[in-house]
């Protein structure tokens, strides 16, 4: 039996992602220029249709007081044609059902995190944010991991918990369609800053906050973030990165555009395997992390949403649309839904946040949904507030949408 949370919890309001990834990113970092002709006409149009439904409450379905929504939605089909649905908070578990519309969250942990001390065990704070199947059963998995220094003894030089916040995307696997989700080991790091945890603390450090992973052709893709660095005889700059692999089964072949090839690699500075010289090349229009990315089955082309706070190169705070051929050039980003997100200040926010979008098709032909025809769904979290306190009443909703695109 389920039971509810509480009306809020000290772990919620210290939610490692959802009042520090996105809101640091945009408030510390130095994003790409928007790259886009504002005068150019739009790839495509999305139209939001009909009311919300719930795929989730929080103080109605939840597990524990750990359940709750904190990561865009992904999706996948097992071998037996189930939905298996993951977004949730670092004690992992998956929503199941025969489609979207009949969901429930299942109580069996698929992946724990262990908070452990040890940055090199890359075995934190751990989030399912990716997965790849070709069969349904045999699961790549791609993790959201931070390692939270200022919980450990000795590890923070810094009081402040962002202070210490050290991001890597680590990968996981699953053999029985998502039942168990386990980490490679010694860990398998995909992206992680090529420095130590405790170089340059004071600041959020890392890649952070995957996409959804997407196929074209032999190519699997998905979106990275990262905060960026200097360090002698390392430069990155900030932004959202394009990682680009021909085997997701197998994590070390992953690797980040740099503006004329795939070529760059960050496994991190505690295995084996010795970080790249190359810089990853950040792809614009993207101000933050990318929600979700699908392909347009009847034109080809790439759809990606996002949130954003209002500012010179978005009008209004809420979630964004873009549209490309090929994954780097994208068009003018264009409201979806309007409304005060996570970077936007809680205290001053009136009702609800809105955070996390994702796009899926339930009639999508992929076992991944990583494409869409002319109808899909919009997925997204809803977070009530209390005072300048996000908590943990989180909702886990699904909206209707139309897809248009022009030849």
């Known amino acids: 039996m389920t039971r509810p949370l509480p009306r809020s919890s000290a772990r919620a309001r210290r939610s490692p992602r959802i009042v520090a990834a996105l809101v640091v990113a945009l408030a510390n970092l130095v994003w790409p220029d928007a790259g886009w002709a504002r005068g150019d006409p739009p790839l495509s149009a999305l139209t939001l249709i009909g009311a919300p439904k719930p795929l989730f409450r929080a103080t109605r379905d939840a597990c524990d007081g750990v359940d709750v929504p904190d990561a865009s939605a992904r999706a996948f089909r097992d071998a037996a044609g189930t939905v298996v649905l993951f977004g949730m908070h670092y004690r992992n578990r998956a929503l199941r059902g025969p489609d979207f519309d009949r969901l429930k969250l299942d109580c069996a942990v698929v992946l724990d995190s262990a908070g452990d001390a040890d940055p090199a ?17 045999a699961v790549a998995a791609l993790l959201h991991h931070e390692y939270q220094a200022n919980t450990h ?51 959020h450090r890392g890649f952070f906050n995957p996409s959804n992973i997407v196929a074209d052709g032999r190519w699997r893709y998905v979106f990275a973030s990262t905060t960026g660095w200097s360090q002698p005889g390392r430069k990155q700059e900030a932004g959202v990165c394009l990682f680009r692999s021909d085997d997701p089964s197998d994590p070390a072949r992953w690797r980040a555009w740099t503006g004329t090839g795939f070529e760059a690699r960050f496994p991190g500075p505690y295995g084996k395997a010795r970080p790249g010289p190359d810089a990853c090349k950040p792809v614009a229009p993207f101000p933050t992390p990318v929600g979700a990315v699908v ?33 780097l050039a994208w068009d003018q980003p264009r409201l979806l839904m309007a409304g005060a997100t996570l970077y936007d200040d809680a205290c001053t926010a009136s009702g609800r946040l809105i955070a996390y979008p994702s796009l899926l098709d339930p009639a999508a032909e992929g076992r991944n949904f990583d494409d869409a025809g002319d109808a899909a769904l919009l997925t997204y979290v809803t977070l009530r507030t209390e005072g300048c306190t996000v908590t943990s009443d989180r909702d886990l909703l699904s909206q209707r949408l139309s897809i248009k695109v022009w030849p």
């Open 153 to 203: 003894a000795g590890r923070c030089r810094l009081p402040a918990y962002l202070a210490c916040w050290y991001n890597s995307i680590v990968a996981a696997s699953s053999t029985d369609g998502g039942r168990t989700i386990r980490r490679a080991v010694p860990p398998v790091v995909v992206a992680a800053a090529p420095f130590a945890q405790e170089v340059d603390q004071g600041r």
């Open 121 to 137: 065990r890359y075995d934190d704070r751990s989030w399912v944010t990716a997965t790849w199947t070709e069969d349904g059963t």
């Open 295 to 327: 392909r347009h089955r009847a034109t080809g082309a790439w759809i990606a949403v996002f949130m954003a706070k209002a500012s010179a190169a978005f009008p209004r705070s809420g979630f964004y649309w873009t549209s490309s051929r090929d994954l």
